[in-house]
Antibody, heavy 123, light 107 residues
């Protein structure tokens, strides 16, 4: 079955760029109907949807983060990535990648999740 | 953005009890409402999508209902493994948004 695994630095300095990659195994990122998502969870808090990408490269972002976020896909490596620029302590969170089945803008839930990776923004 | 409000924020109940968690959207989301279960230190797990459809492997004691703006998740007979935090999420309009969570604890 499809599995997702996040990777990237666990510590990022303020004002720098947070970069994470999600590797998809057990299936193809180019499978139609799936959107590849990033979600974060601040310490002890709820969930925040960051955005997602279709294998074609179409991206959809949360307007609250849109000016700082880029999500990209590498179909050859079966990976998708998150870049969040100009980070502050408020970006400290657990970052998850996930797969959403849907038909933009409607979705049917995120059925596969990575284990999550903790990113701390600190000097 | 569509605001999702869950109630209660926390709930204490004994094994075997029937519990209901509610989720209200700030505008109609028709049936695009999903429920997740999250245990400490783990990723959320999709339980129910599109209001009432079971994700594969989810026990039948979980049931979702509702439409428009008001939705419920009912657990018919609590089991020890059900104690967790539950989130609703709308997938009707970007940005997708989650409720604040309902923490279900053992009484």
């Amino acid at each position: 079955q499809v599995q997702l695994q996040e990777s990237g630095p666990g510590l990022v300095k303020p004002s720098q760029t947070l970069s994470l990659t999600c590797t998809v195994s057990g299936g193809s990122i180019s499978s139609g109907g799936y959107y590849w998502s990033w979600i974060r969870q601040h310490p002890g808090k709820g969930l925040e949807w960051i955005g997602y990408i279709y294998y074609s490269g179409s991206t959809y972002y949360n307007p609250s983060l849109k000016s700082r976020v880029t999500i990209s896909v590498d179909t050859f490596k079966n990976q998708f990535s998150l870049k969040l620029r100009s980070v502050t302590a408020a970006d400290t969170a657990v970052y998850y990648c996930a797969r959403e089945y849907g038909d933009y803008p409607k979705g049917y839930g995120m059925d596969v999740w990575g284990q999550g990776t903790t990113v701390t923004v600190s000097s | 953005d569509i605001q999702m409000t869950q109630s209660p924020s926390s709930l204490s109940a004994p094994v075997g009890d029937r519990v209901t968690i509610t989720c209200r959207a700030s505008q109609s989301i028709t049936s695009y409402l999903n429920w997740y279960q999250q245990k400490p230190g783990k990723a959320p797990k999709l339980l129910i999508y599109a209001t009432s459809s079971f994700q594969s492997g989810v026990p039948s004691r979980f049931n979702g209902s509702g439409s428009g703006t008001d939705f419920t998740l009912t657990i018919s007979s609590l089991q020890p493994e059900d104690f967790a935090t539950y989130y609703c999420q709308q997938s009707y309009r970007i940005p997708y948004t989650f409720g604040q969570g309902t923490r279900l604890e053992i009484k």
